[in-house]
């Protein structure tokens, strides 16, 4: 299993950034996979997650109506769209699954497989 981040970079208070992860040898259909962040000297905070069976989606309080998380089934492909991004929405962000079920965002623990990080700067 791989996954595989791309899309960080440097971006303006207001701007836009859209990240993506794509998942080798493990499949998104069933499972539940999310987006986290972390800066350092912080534990790694849960931002989204998407179900795929029932297309449920769920977000952290500071991104909600900010971030978009979706995904690409046949593609196995996994997205971030994040719009309005504030200087506190610099960390790097994760790629993350292999939860059995999404109930909310969920912690780091509840999940199996994460990608190598992509990071996000806004200034």
């Known amino acids: 299993v791989q996954l595989v981040e791309s899309g960080g970079g440097s971006v303006q208070a207001g701007g836009s950034l859209t990240l993506s992860c794509v998942a080798t040898g493990y499949p998104y259909n069933g499972y539940c996979v999310g987006w986290f962040r972390q800066v350092p000297g912080k534990e790694r905070e849960g931002v989204a997650a998407i179900y795929r069976d029932d297309g449920s989606t769920y977000y952290a309080d500071s991104v909600k109506g900010r971030f978009t998380i979706s995904k690409d089934n046949g593609r196995n492909i996994l997205y971030l769209q994040m719009n309005n991004l504030k200087p506190d929405d610099t960390a790097m962000y994760y790629c993350?699954?292999?939860?059995?079920?999404?109930?909310?965002?969920?912690?780091?623990?509840?999940?199996?497989?994460w990608g190598q990080g992509t990071q996000v700067t806004v200034s």
């Open positions: 993350a699954a292999g939860r059995p079920l999404c109930r909310g965002v969920g912690t780091r623990y509840e999940y199996a497989f």
